[in-house]
């Protein structure tokens, strides 16, 4: 059995910032892939961030690029997304989510790679 459980969403303003947060009930997960996804009312289901085994190597939505990073701690078993300048439509629910295994970390917008995911979090701004 294998838990991801997410914090730190919330509401803000346009230009405001957030940090969400993805804590791994297994060390070994968080050293695994991982990425961030999001949905929207009406939209599908996609993927802003991902990160290699290592947190090395990292990817972003070209929505999000600039203002979005991703970093993993393995010390403490999380992965975290911090959210800067954030417009309206980021409004969503963010999920974290880990692959099965550390590589290969290609193909991070394919959702059915990704075997764990957390219960997602609600980010909001207006």
């Known amino acids: 059995h294998v838990q991801l459980v997410e914090s730190g969403g919330g509401s803000v303003q346009p230009g405001g910032s957030l940090r969400l947060s993805c804590t791994a009930s297994?060390?070994?997960?968080?050293?695994?892939?991982m990425a961030w996804f999001r949905q929207a009312p009406g939209k599908e289901r996609e993927v802003v961030a991902s990160?290699?085994?290592?947190?090395?190597?990292?990817w972003y939505s070209d929505s999000v690029k600039g203002r979005f990073t991703i970093a993993k701690d393995n010390a403490k078993n999380t992965l975290t997304l911090q959210m800067n300048s954030l417009k309206p439509e980021d409004t969503a629910v963010y999920y974290c989510?880990?692959?099965?295994?550390?590589?290969?970390?290609?193909?991070?917008?394919?959702?059915?790679?990704?075997?764990?995911w957390g219960q997602g979090t609600q980010v909001t701004v207006s």
């Open positions: 989510a880990a692959k099965q295994y550390p590589s290969p970390c290609y193909s991070p917008s394919l959702l059915d790679r990704y075997t764990y």
């Open positions: 297994e060390d070994s997960i968080v050293r695994n892939c």
């Open positions: 990160a290699s085994a290592g947190g090395s190597s990292t």
